[in-house]
């Protein structure tokens, strides 16, 4: 019978801390110290490569489509921040984008220093995942909103795969053949400046959006950045919440010849990804 009451008191003295939890003011969430975000994203892969061959040789500028790989999958999306200061922030994350396909080719084409002759049956995998550190700088604070600068600091990993399954005659099925393929990647640094903004717009309701763009060369590689976002959070409890947002990013990177002569990975890459995301965030 005392181990009744003592369990029952434990209980309602439980019940009591959640209940004075809930019915704490809302905490304002613009200046946790760490938010955690884990999202599923509909991710938009929209690229263009052309990857001349070793001796020079121009090749064909193809797109998802034209080798078969989907323009769209979900994929799992990380994001940390912290904030060690009032008008200091640190953003790191992770966006995986990766699509596969195949098809018949309509047209020959040429990557690197292998051809794919129209009538081939294709199989084609794209990766495009990207690692990024932002820094922001909140040059306006307020005690609903906050204004200021951001920097962007990231790395794709492009990889491309090409592989030709089977062959089309005129006069009857497909015929196997011996399989070649082309495979080509690129880890592509990027950087970006711009301005960012966060505004809570209710007790529980934030929105936030950010711009950013540069345009730069490292040795060969020239690369221009253009990324955006935008992010609405609602808080259902103190320390959780969730997240509806968009990010974009453009990015264009020109590979030019070695000026010694030496073969190498050359030509260019147009690639435009865009997420649309909802997850959860804890923060503490």
């Given at each position: 019978m005392r181990l009744s009451f003592c369990v029952m008191a434990l209980c309602g003295a439980a019940l009591h801390q959640v209940w004075a939890q809930d019915s704490l003011p809302p905490k304002n969430h613009l200046h946790d110290r760490f938010q955690l975000s884990i999202s599923g994203a509909q991710v938009w892969l929209g690229p263009k490569v052309k990857v001349d061959g070793g001796n020079g040789t121009p090749g064909t500028e193809v797109d998802g489509k034209d080798v078969g790989a989907s323009n769209s999958t979900l994929e799992p999306r990380l994001a940390l921040r912290w904030r060690p200061g009032r008008r200091h922030e640190l953003d790191v994350g992770y966006?995986?984008?990766?699509?596969?396909?195949?098809?018949?080719?309509?047209?020959?084409?040429?990557?690197?220093?292998?051809?794919?002759?129209?009538?081939?049956?294709?199989?084609?995998?794209?990766?495009?995942?990207?690692?990024?550190?932002?820094?922001?700088?909140?040059?306006?604070?307020?005690?609903?909103?906050?204004?200021?600068?951001?920097?962007?600091?990231?790395?794709?990993?492009?990889?491309?795969?090409?592989?030709?399954?089977?062959?089309?005659?005129s006069g009857g099925p497909d015929t196997t053949i011996v399989p070649f393929s082309a495979s080509k990647g690129i880890t592509i640094p990027t950087l970006s400046l711009g301005l960012y903004g966060r505004w809570r717009t209710g007790d529980r309701w934030y929105i936030e959006s950010d711009a950013r763009a540069l345009q730069f060369?490292?040795?060969?590689?020239?690369?221009?950045?253009?990324?955006?976002?935008?992010?609405?959070?609602?808080?259902?409890?103190?320390?959780?919440?969730?997240e509806l947002g968009y990010g974009v990013s453009g990015i264009r990177v020109t590979l030019d010849p070695k000026t010694d002569g030496t073969p190498s990975l050359t030509g260019r890459l147009r690639f435009t990804l865009q997420n649309l995301r909802l997850g959860v965030v804890a923060t503490r």
């Open positions: 966006q995986f984008a990766r699509h596969t396909g195949g098809r018949v080719l309509a047209d020959t084409i040429h990557v690197a220093d292998t051809s794919f002759a129209a009538g081939l049956r294709i199989e084609s995998a794209f990766k495009a995942d990207q690692a990024f550190l932002n820094y922001r700088f909140a040059f306006r604070v307020r005690e609903r909103s906050q204004i200021g600068a951001a920097v962007g600091v990231g790395v794709l990993f492009f990889h491309v795969d090409i592989d030709a399954i089977s062959g089309a005659t060369a490292v040795g060969r590689v020239g690369v221009l950045v253009l990324e955006g976002g935008a992010a609405a959070r609602y808080f259902v409890k103190p320390h959780f919440g969730v």
